[in-house]
């Protein structure tokens, strides 16, 4: 039998002439499958919404305004700059079924270094975390984790929903640990900012926090035709590596690289380039790599692992209730770590872990399974 006679449809994203291209996967949300797509151009990021019978559009969701009267557009320079603006979505966000709200992280507004064409706004609503109701399309409520971004730094970091206590009452949250260096904790139902914090000590490119939790931009950290020493570098602190959290020891947990950069401005010209245009970027050194454990009721530190190389560690997490957490380090080791004291218990040396480990039961046996390079490992207890 032929794959045509078992595919049920086909729907193109988005125009390939239009350069988009998805990196996330779908993710089905009752009678919807929500896909994201993103473009290193000048266009705006787009999640949209398909019938998993047919493939018919439901909606469109674009995270920069695309006409007259739509809001946040007077962030914007006009609606030209606004239409292409950014904002990307890079990963799957994260579903609510207390509220029925998507809940999912933008890219950096375009042009991404040399601002003068987008203007001085916020520039909304790219960098930020967007509640979108599935069932409609429409934004909900927004919080915007670098307003006004010249760095390049997406908030395209899997947000992680938590049920917990937030100053002596029980809330609904959303924890987000941002690719620009700060943690935010955020009112899930509403979008209220609860808490920030800087989770980077190296961490150089904001100069303040203002009244809304949010990092001010030191003018003297962007781009220059003479250089600018800023951290973290271009790849951020964290990026789209999924971090983890556990119920049992209420600490979230995050893969860290603290990092310099110079970074350099090479177009002059006031209209700005395209995309990702106008700049280079020279990395000048790192000040370590890192596993991180964030108390979010506190903002501190609970503890913090050091890896023995310098380089980013590009996996994910994976916490579990018997209070384990398995992460990769940079050295090409599967870890097993006591989650609330960051001790290590057990490690295999199996290469590059490539993602999150998962976890799954079969025949009343427990397995871990780990991506490292082109191999699958799948450890147990015997």
């Known amino acids: 039998m032929c794959s045509s006679d078992l595919e049920r449809w086909h729907k193109q994203i988005a125009p390939f002439e239009e350069q988009y291209f998805s990196t996330p996967a779908p993710i089905i949300v009752g009678n919807h ?3 994201g797509t993103g473009n290193d151009l000048d266009l705006p990021g ?7 019978e047919n493939g018919a559009v439901q909606w469109k969701f674009y995270s920069t305004p695309q006409k007259q009267g739509d809001p946040g557009l007077s962030s914007w320079a006009n609606l030209d700059a606004a239409r292409h603006g950014g904002g990307q979505m890079w990963v799957p966000g994260v579903y609510d079924p207390d509220t029925h709200l998507y809940i999912i992280g933008t890219g950096n507004p375009s042009p991404a270094y040399t601002w003068a064409a987008r203007g001085p706004g916020d520039n909304l609503y790219t960098c930020s975390l967007v509640a979108i109701n599935v069932d409609t399309g429409k934004m909900v409520w927004y919080y915007q984790t670098s307003p006004h971004d010249t760095h390049d730094f997406d ?7 938590v049920d917990g206590d937030f100053n002596g009452r029980p809330r609904k949250l959303v924890l987000t640990a941002a690719r620009n260096g700060y943690f935010f904790v955020v009112d899930r139902l509403t979008g209220e900012h609860l808490r920030t914090m800087k989770y980077s000590d190296t961490t150089n490119w904001a100069k303040s926090i203002n009244e809304k939790g949010q990092p001010v931009g030191d003018p003297t950290k962007d781009f220059h035709v003479g250089g600018s020493l800023v951290s973290p570098n271009n790849t951020g602190v964290t990026n789209w590596w999924p971090p983890a959290y556990s119920p049992d020891t209420g600490l979230f947990y995050v893969q860290q690289l603290d990092s310099y950069a110079m970074y350099y401005l090479t177009e002059l010209d006031p209209r700005g380039a395209m995309g990702l245009g106008g700049k280079e970027e020279q990395g000048v050194g790192s000040a370590g790599s890192f596993l991180t454990a964030i108390d979010y009721k506190t903002g501190k530190i609970a503890w913090r692992h050091k890896y023995p190389a310098t380089g980013p560690s590009a996996m994910g997490l994976l916490t579990t209730a018997s209070r384990l957490l398995f992460g990769g380090d940079n050295a090409g080791n599967i870890i097993a770590y006591d989650a609330a004291n960051g001790k290590i218990l057990w490690h295999s040396r199996v290469g590059q872990v490539s993602n999150a480990p998962e976890t799954y039961m079969l025949d009343g ?18």
């Open 46 to 52: 787009i999640l949209q919404s398909f019938d998993p």
């Open 155 to 161: 908030s395209s970091q899997t947000p992680i929903l």
């Open 365 to 382: 046996r427990q397995y871990l399974l780990v991506a490292a390079g082109d191999t699958l490992f799948a450890f147990t207890l015997y």
């Open 33 to 35: 499958v929500l896909v």
